[in-house]
């Protein structure tokens, strides 16, 4: 029987094993069981490394299966041409493609390749939002979408979104995020909840407080809140929705809890708007209908000056 070699001579064995004289595609078909950041860092240690870390046959594997598909969709045609897979999926982590006529973006997650969309504030039901007194609808240069939806003032926020699951990536944990951004007259969200929820549609979904004020909770603590004296809460000397009182009352909310940390407050993003999570979904291969909602209802006090540019889903790990 042949003698077994010490572990520490298997490894030095395997150590002094020369991998750029594999074949190119061998090399390949072993990058393929890393992640994307691998093979890019990977191109750096030979010419033979370079040639399979840009080669389609890897570079398929981390793109989705129906990418093509998805692409398919897309409201114009992606530019310049791409010529590789490489650049295909580089490009749909940097550049979302609006698909289904407008309604959604679609691109990558650049570690993962995992699918990700945004649904446009047109494809959102708003409450009162084709009503140009509480809801208006501008094109800012900066937004993803042709139009974002304008928060003018409302005292019932309501924002609803929902995408099939089988759009999404199978065996991802998603996360849903609000993407906004505050107008120079916002009022009305300091230290004010915001009840949230994410959840396949028919299932109980279990709610969660956020807030949509970006501002630290020391300056909170320094300026007391004055809320404009109108809402639902004083219809007994109008009794009319949005007529304003005679006095405006002062509210201050310096005993809010603190909510600096985690996920409860607006973070900025790359682009420069602010996301909120709103929740998480695993997705484990079922269909159905993911629904993601956003309201504020209980206070009574009135509100306004942000700009909707939609509902994120995005990964936000894998799930082991």
């Keep these: 029987m042949a003698k077994l070699k010490p572990a520490a001579d298997v490894l030095a064995s395997a150590a002094s094993v020369d991998f750029s004289a594999l074949p190119e595609g061998c090399i390949a078909h072993i990058l393929s069981f890393t992640s994307p950041q691998d093979v890019c860092r990977s191109a750096s240690v030979s010419t033979t490394f370079r040639s399979a870390a840009d080669s389609d046959a890897l570079w398929d594997r981390f793109l989705p299966p129906d990418y093509a598909d998805e692409i398919s969709h ?8 791409l010529s590789s897979k490489k650049q295909l999926y580089l490009h749909l982590c940097r550049f979302p493609v609006l698909i289904h006529g407008g309604a959604k973006s679609f691109s990558l997650d650049k570690k993962t390749g995992k699918k ?14 084709d009503v140009p007194r509480y809801w208006r609808w501008s094109s800012p240069p900066e937004a993803r979408f042709g139009e974002v939806a304008e928060l003018v003032s409302v005292c019932w926020l309501e924002i609803r979104g929902k995408i099939e699951t ?3 990536s199978p065996g991802t944990l998603y996360a849903a995020y609000l993407v906004f951004k505050p107008t120079t007259s916002s009022y009305g969200f300091q230290q004010q909840p915001v009840e949230v ?5 028919g299932n109980e979904t279990l709610k969660r407080t956020v807030y949509l004020d970006d501002v630290n909770r020391d300056w909170r603590q320094r300026h007391p809140i004055v809320h404009r004296g109108f809402g639902l809460l004083n219809l007994g000397r109008r009794g009319i929705i949005g ?4 006095t405006p009352r002062e509210i201050t909310r310096n005993d809010a809890p603190a909510v600096d940390c985690g996920h409860h407050i607006p973070k900025e993003r790359e682009d ?17 209908e993911l629904e993601i909602s956003v309201s504020e209802v209980k206070g009574g006090h009135w509100k306004g000056g942000l700009l909707i540019q939609g509902i994120e889903i995005r990964p936000k790990g894998l799930k082991t």
């Design 74 to 81: 897309a409201v114009s045609q992606l530019s310049p041409p």
């Design 197 to 201: 929820a994410v959840g396949l549609a």
């Design 116 to 129: 990700c969309y945004m649904i446009s504030p047109r494809q959102l039901f708003i409450v009162w939002g």
């Design 166 to 168: 089988e759009m999404l």
């Design 243 to 246: 007529t304003q009182v005679a």
């Design 272 to 288: 420069r708007w602010l996301e909120v999570q709103l929740g998480e979904f695993f997705h484990d291969g079922v269909s159905g």
